[in-house]
């Protein structure tokens, strides 16, 4: 079955709704372009084991319209998550349309829960039956437990103008500002030093 323990790669539906680049850009860019877009992603990230991914690749191979459709709710799945976790980030109410939307989505998902036996005992597992949105189904999960948590207080939302990215602030004082320091905030800081540069230039050029 698909794992269910994604703590140690990070939080799931953050990770989803994050491929997307430069989503508050002009024109942002899909990570998640196609099926075997989505399907590299959920192999990377874990969400399916090599076997699955394999499968997977040849169940689209065989239903193409299929997976273009999966493909698409995907996207509009990933889409709701984001309206909710961003409301959460902007300490708003959800968007209604988005919480219609994800409770479809992980009513879907929970249906492929169960208990199984494995080495420790009883415990949660997904169901072996392979579907074209395999992948999704820990990921709406991840998204429901989060929104359902105290974590929700710390989702965080870039403050890079052309980024967008979530983010969870795990900082003591909630001051976590960037999806990343390297990337985002390095660029926030390298503007603010540029302006004070230009600010520091302009007396002396009118002079």
């Known amino acids: 079955g698909l794992p269910l323990a994604l703590s140690e790669m990070g939080i799931l539906c953050l990770d989803f709704v994050n491929t997307v680049d430069s989503r508050s850009a002009v024109q942002p860019r899909d990570l998640l372009g196609t099926y075997t877009d989505l399907v590299c992603w959920a192999d990377r990230l874990g969400c399916l084991g090599h076997d699955e991914t394999l499968a997977l690749a040849r169940l689209a191979g065989e239903a193409p319209d299929e997976a273009k459709a999966v493909h698409q709710w995907a996207l509009a799945v990933r889409e709701s998550i984001y309206g909710l976790l961003a409301a959460a980030a902007r300490h708003q109410p959800p968007p209604p349309g988005a919480l219609s939307l994800f409770n479809r989505a992980l009513s879907g998902a929970l249906g492929h829960l169960e208990i199984a036996q494995g080495g420790g005992g009883?415990?949660?597992?997904?169901?072996?039956?392979?579907?074209?949105?395999?992948?999704?189904?820990?990921?709406?999960?991840?998204?429901?437990?989060?929104?359902?948590?105290?974590?929700?207080?710390?989702?965080?939302?870039?403050?890079?103008?052309?980024?967008?990215?979530?983010f969870l602030d795990a900082s003591r004082n909630h001051t976590r500002r960037w999806c990343d320091m390297n990337g985002c905030g390095n660029r926030a800081k390298a503007r603010r030093h540029y302006q004070r540069q230009r600010a520091l230039e302009e007396p002396a050029s009118q002079a």
């Open 122 to 166: 009883l415990a949660w597992a997904w169901s072996a039956d392979l579907a074209l949105d395999s992948m999704l189904w820990p990921v709406v999960r991840s998204a429901a437990e989060l929104l359902t948590s105290v974590q929700r207080g710390r989702i965080g939302e870039c403050a890079a103008p052309d980024c967008g990215w979530l």
